[in-house]
């Protein structure tokens, strides 16, 4: 009876996120970015060490690609080389080819079905927190369907293997329209460390058209709670 008393009066410690809340330590692990070293060799050290190919050197300058990093740290570990600039963020959804932001009638009522396509498992455990007490999802009008009939987003985890791929079109398809398609995670946005291969192609788009990524291997919560109210119009989504 004492915990209940004592969250009673302490009431629900939901994250705030507006953009001056600050960040808790490890609800997100962030992002290298963009560095210039002293010389060439530093950067193309990190491009070396980098196992997905997401970091680039060009000359002095170590350039990110965020839709191929996995969060391996290799760049941010302190063993004596030269360091790549560390971020933690978690605004990481951009969009793709597609239709971008729902109407506005879709801003307080969303609903979401979402598919695993081959995912490893860290990707479904972030989106399960998304209803936890302190991300809160219902309070943004953002709830889970489940059943394509009834979703105006499709969250797709995984690299999408062979096996469901037709799977992933019949529910796409059977969506109402406007329908909007999110890509959550490294395997779905372009392959992560699986794809392309003889079990998988380069992510969902090369399935069916996807309007937002949200790279990270797994996003946070938070990563997809932006990416979820940047396609009901609550955020603006980054091209």
């Not at 992560?192 to 309007?211: E, I, R, T, Y």
Request: glycine share 10%; charged share 20%.
């Amino acid at each position: 009876m004492s915990w209940f008393l004592r969250g009673i009066r302490s009431g629900i410690r939901t994250e705030p996120l507006s953009p001056d809340a600050p960040v808790l330590a490890g609800v997100t692990p962030g992002f290298p970015r963009e560095t210039r070293f002293e010389s060439v060799a530093d950067a193309r050290d990190n491009e070396t060490r980098c196992p997905t190919g997401a970091i680039r050197a060009d000359g002095e300058v170590a350039r990110v690609k965020r839709d191929r990093c996995i969060h391996c740290m290799r760049c941010a570990t302190p063993d004596g080389s030269a360091k790549m600039e560390w971020t933690v963020d978690h605004e990481w959804a951009h969009g793709g080819e597609g239709s971008g932001s729902l109407p506005a009638a879709f801003r307080r009522s969303l609903h979401v079905r979402v598919i695993d396509a081959g995912d490893c498992g860290a990707c479904l455990n972030e989106i399960g927190h998304l209803d936890d007490p302190f991300y809160n999802a219902h309070r943004f009008g953002i709830f889970v369907t489940p059943t394509p009939r009834q979703a105006d987003v499709l969250l797709i985890v995984g690299p999408v293997t062979q096996q469901m791929q037709a799977a992933l079109k019949v529910a796409y398809e059977a969506m109402p329209g406007p329908r909007r398609v999110v890509a959550v995670g490294a395997c779905a946005v372009d392959g992560g460390l699986f794809g392309p291969s003889v079990m998988c192609g380069s992510g969902a788009a090369d399935v069916v058209p996807v309007d937002v990524f949200v790279p990270g291997c797994p996003p946070p919560p938070l990563a997809i709670l932006h990416a979820l109210r940047a396609v009901c119009g609550q955020e603006p989504l980054e091209r």
